[in-house]
């Protein structure tokens, strides 16, 4: 089985983070995908509790959608693959990874031991295709693929730079993740 793995921050998780999900399942490049909303990031401050996160998250858990709960304090991403290759030693892992993230990839903690595992990258506008191809034949990255996902030009951060006004975000973030986001601040 082949099993996408998707870390990040999901401050707040919106739609163009489960349309990714989504278009991986649909397309048939994965089976399942877990989501790891990370408790511990090491380059983003003042997140909201992670607990908080896994539920905003659970809204769009199914079969295929697997909302982790257990490994959200793992520091680095190869340590999470290194616990998720012990739990599922019979299953392919696969890195679903933004595309903005490989200029840097080679910053990441132990990231050659990252490469050996397939990628699913996401398209961003601000690299193009032949930069991208550039970059992964730089790093010896052959097992990748780009996935086509189109109108998710968008951000969590645009999301809560906006939170103030729901008609300026309504096409970008579930009600039910906004309703529960209001909640959280009114505590």
Known sequence: MRIGVYCGSFNPVHKGHI???RTALKKDLLDKVLIVATGNYWDKQNLPPVRDRIRMLKY???DKIIIDETHNDIQYTYQLFRVL???YPDDQLVLIIGRDNIPNFTRWKRYRELLKYDFIVIPREDIDSEDLEAMMQEMGKTNYTIMDVRNI???SSMIRDNFDDYSKIKDYVDKRVYNYMKKMLNR
């Open 19 to 21: 349309k990714i999900v």
């Open 60 to 62: 769009f858990d199914n």
């Open 85 to 87: 290759k012990k739990e």
């Open 153 to 155: 030009n968008f951000s």
